[in-house]
Nanobody, 128 residues
Framework: QVQLVESGGGLVQAGDSLRLSCAGS????????MGWFRQAPGKDREFVAV????????YYLDSVKGRFTISRDNAVNTVYLQMNSLKPEDTAVYYC?????????????????????WGQGTNVTVSS
């Protein structure tokens, strides 16, 4: 099974930026779509962004469009989430995840059940 490790979280002020990284190992990272999810205190995990295996297709949660950018560097088996103009509402534990099947093209309705492997998360706290 693929192993995923997130990093880059921290405590920032509203308006600041962070870049999260997710490093994968264990199988053909470049063949799978990758996603980012987040879980705020007291809430369920929600979809944030997804990028397909070719990096040609991306989709985002409406509230992060224009602020967050998902990207990947298959040479180092890493997917990124660049987060700009952070808001207190972005406070959550952020998780990366790998698609259950190779070479799929995600759609806007991709959700938690489309992913099989998960990292343990990295915490992001945005103060007012």
């Amino acid at each position: 099974q693929v192993q995923l490790v997130e990093s880059g979280g921290g405590l920032v002020q509203a308006g600041d930026s962070l870049r999260l990284s997710c490093a994968g190992s264990g199988r053909a990272f470049s063949d799978y779509a990758m996603g980012w999810f987040r879980q705020a205190p007291g809430k369920d995990r929600e979809f944030v962004a997804v990028i397909d295996w070719s990096a040609y297709n991306t989709y985002y949660l409406d509230s992060v469009k224009g602020r967050f950018t998902i990207s990947r560097d298959n040479a180092v088996n890493t997917v990124y989430l660049q987060m700009n103009s952070l808001k207190p509402e972005d406070t959550a534990v952020y998780y990366c995840a790998e698609d259950r099947f190779p070479f799929r093209i995600p759609s806007a309705d991709y959700g938690e059940t489309d992913f099989g492997s998960w990292g343990q998360g990295t915490n992001v706290t945005v103060s007012s």
